[in-house]
Every structure is written in structure tokens, then in C-alpha cells.
């Protein structure tokens, strides 16, 4: 019988001992290991709305080449929200901001005869009065001014006093775009309250800082010059547009570092071949199929930078 205080001893000796390894067990120091964290959700990229431009650069005939660049954005469902245009440019450009796809303006151009804008004249100042460019400018448009075409235009013209570059973004669609292409010598200056203007291209050959100034946030620069040493000359007017040429390969230079996207069709004809127009069409076309990826991949970057 006195073995049973001895059991009962022991018994309570080893309850005791195994409270304290619990406890020890449950002690602060002992770390308590976190429950597994979720993975945090993967934040949706946000694109912000972008104004595309399209800056059409002089060339005379070689402009052609601006519809099929049109025609091959509309077909990618690249739609430009602002045009500005420089002399063969600004031609393009107002039929386009007026409403017309880039089928229509191809119907417009392969219809168009030549006639249709040439007034010739005897002058010391110009051989073309350019009020037949401004008629069919203005009848094309339905007689709109500048702020009520279809969507955001400006002409780029030079005033002929002061050597500035001016943007014409208001007014008779028809002068603006007649004194944007006014090459002198060719055409005469053109009279706009009180000032003269001729060729934007002296200033500003492909007119990507207008089109940034409209407030174009993407600027596609469309260059239809051609290089010198490729340029027709002999007679006065090859050697005039000769002179351009190589006057605006300097200047815009300069201008076209700022767009987003430089489009340079491979144009042969010179700038007074009238009957190559459809094949500057395609011309046009083909440059801009080229560029798509490109075009593509740096639209989608800007609409994503903050």
C-alpha cells in the first residue's frame, strides 16, 4: 500500500514535466511561422489616348504618293486625328481632312487632269496664277474654311518678306493651300491680308513641327523629295525644282528627327511627271505595308508610356 503515494508522486511528477515542455514549447522566443502570402494580382496596363499626325511633305507630282500612304493607314484601321500639309502636301492633305478616303482621292487623282489647275500666264513672277488650284480646292470642299473641314488641317506656307514659316489653320481652304504650294517662279506669290506668301517648302519641306504645334502627340512623317543626284534637270523648271530639292534635303533634316516615324516611298518619277501618279500611288502603298510593323509597335509603346 505505500507504493500507492509513491504512483500517485509520479504520476504528478510527470504532468508537471510535461506542462513545461509545452509551455517551453509555446515560449515567445520560439518564432511562429507566417501563414503562406498570395501572390500579388498582376496590375492591368492602362493606354492613354494618343492624337496621331500626319505631316505630307511637298514634292510637286511625286504627292501622289500621299494618297496610297492613306489608303494603306485607313486599310490597317490607323485613322490620323490632325493633318498638315506643305505645298503638294497641303493639296492632299485638304481633300483628305475634307472628308474624301484615300479610294476617293485616288478616283480624284486618276480623273484629275492637269489642266485643271494650270493657269498659265505671262509674268515676271510666276507662269501659274494658282486660282485654278485654289477653285478646285474650294469646290472639292464644298467651299469650308480651313476650321470646318472634316477634321483638323493646316497648310504650311512661307511669308515671302520675313522668311517665316507660317500656319495657315483658318480661312479659304483653297488660298491656303495656293499659297502652301506657291514654288516661286512657278506660281505666283499669293496676297493674304496684306502679306505674300509662297512654297512652305522653303521652310518647312515635311511640316512634322506643325503638326506637333496642332498638338499631335504621334507624328508620321510622309517624305516624297527626292535625292539630288537622282533629280531631272535641263530645262528652267527641272533646274528650279532642282534648286529645291537641294535646299530642302538640309532643312528637313532637321525636322524629320522629331517624328515618330519617317515613311520615304521609292519614288523614280521627277516632280513634273503628271502621268506617274498611279504608280506613286502604289508606291505610297508599299512604303507604309512596310513600315507596319514598326508603326505598330511604337504606337502601342506611346499610348503605354505614363
Known amino acids: 500500500m505505500f ?15 510535461a506542462c513545461l515542455i509545452i ?28 492624337k496621331i499626325g500626319l505631316a505630307l511633305g511637298g514634292g510637286a507630282a511625286r504627292g501622289f504618293a500621299h494618297i496610297g500612304v492613306i489608303k494603306a493607314l485607313e486599310a ?4 490620323p486625328d490632325i493633318v498638315v500639309g506643305t505645298s503638294a502636301g497641303s493639296v492632299v ?43 478646285f480646292i474650294n469646290k472639292a470642299v464644298q467651299q469650308r474654311p480651313l476650321e470646318k473641314l472634316s477634321k483638323p488641317f493646316a497648310a504650311v506656307a512661307t511669308d515671302l518678306k520675313t522668311g517665316e514659316m507660317v500656319i495657315f489653320e483658318r480661312g479659304n481652304t483653297g488660298m ?12 505666283q506669290p499669293v496676297m493674304i491680308q496684306g502679306r505674300e506668301y509662297v512654297d512652305g517648302g522653303l521652310t518647312s519641306p515635311v511640316p512634322v513641327r506643325a503638326a506637333r504645334k496642332l ?7 510622309v517624305d516624297i523629295s527626292s535625292k539630288p543626284q537622282y533629280a531631272e534637270t535641263g530645262g528652267s523648271l527641272a533646274n528650279l525644282l532642282q534648286t529645291f530639292t537641294i535646299m530642302g534635303q538640309s532643312i528637313s533634316q532637321y525636322e524629320l528627327a522629331d517624328a515618330d ?5 521609292n519614288l523614280r518619277s521627277a516632280g513634273t511627271d503628271f502621268n506617274a501618279r498611279h504608280t506613286n500611288i502604289l508606291e505610297g502603298e508599299k512604303a507604309t505595308q512596310q513600315a507596319l510593323n514598326e508603326l505598330r509597335q511604337k504606337l502601342q509603346a506611346k499610348r503605354q508610356r505614363p
Open 3 to 17: 507504493y500507492a503515494p509513491l504512483l500517485r508522486a509520479s504520476k504528478f511528477s510527470l504532468f508537471c514535466f
Open 215 to 221: 498638338g499631335a502627340d504621334f507624328v508620321i512623317a
Open 93 to 135: 492633305g485638304a481633300l483628305y481632312a475634307g472628308g474624301y478616303s484615300g479610294f476617293e482621292l485616288q478616283k480624284i487623282a486618276l480623273q484629275m487632269e492637269e489642266s485643271e489647275i494650270g493657269d498659265w500666264t505671262l509674268s515676271l513672277r510666276g507662269i501659274l496664277r494658282g486660282e485654278a488650284l485654289q477653285n
Open 261 to 265: 516615324l519617317v515613311l520615304r516611298p
Open 23 to 50: 509551455a517551453a514549447c509555446q515560449s515567445p522566443n520560439t518564432p511562429v511561422q507566417a501563414p503562406p502570402s498570395t501572390p500579388p494580382k498582376p496590375t492591368a496596363t492602362i493606354e492613354r489616348p494618343i
Open 76 to 79: 490597317q484601321g490607323i485613322i
Open 176 to 187: 491656303a493651300v495656293r499659297a502652301s504650294s506657291a514654288v516661286p517662279g512657278v506660281f
